[in-house]
């Protein structure tokens, strides 16, 4: 059966036991590694600065885009810390479990 048919007549679902259901440490670490650096980059004000003068051009980055990105890098970087908080949650259980 082709992979398109697969999609419109799916296999019938199954039963996954708990033992197969685990959190994957090496997927969380790097989710948040990475949210923490896009984060620290959308939140500083560098790269709206002008590589030649090293001014912030209004005209292309109106104060309300500016605001709106560095609110998305905190956020972004919130994000990273949770889920760094996760990654500390998993070792301890597999530490102490």
């Not at 708990?18 to 670490?29: F, G, K, N, R, V």
């Not at 912030?56 to 956020?75: E, H």
Request: glycine share 8%; charged share 15%.
């Amino acid at each position: 059966m082709s992979n398109i048919l697969s999609v419109f007549n799916p296999p019938p679902s199954r039963n996954i036991p708990e033992s197969d259901l685990q959190d994957c440490l090496p997927c969380t670490a790097i989710q948040s590694a990475v949210a923490i650096a896009g984060g620290l980059y959308f939140s500083s004000p560098n790269q709206f600065k002008d590589k030649v003068t090293g001014k912030v051009d209004i005209v292309k980055n109106p104060i309300w885009w500016q605001r709106s990105v560095r609110g998305a890098g905190i956020i972004l970087f919130a994000l990273g810390a949770y889920r760094a908080g996760e990654v500390v949650q998993i070792l301890y259980h597999k530490k102490f479990s």
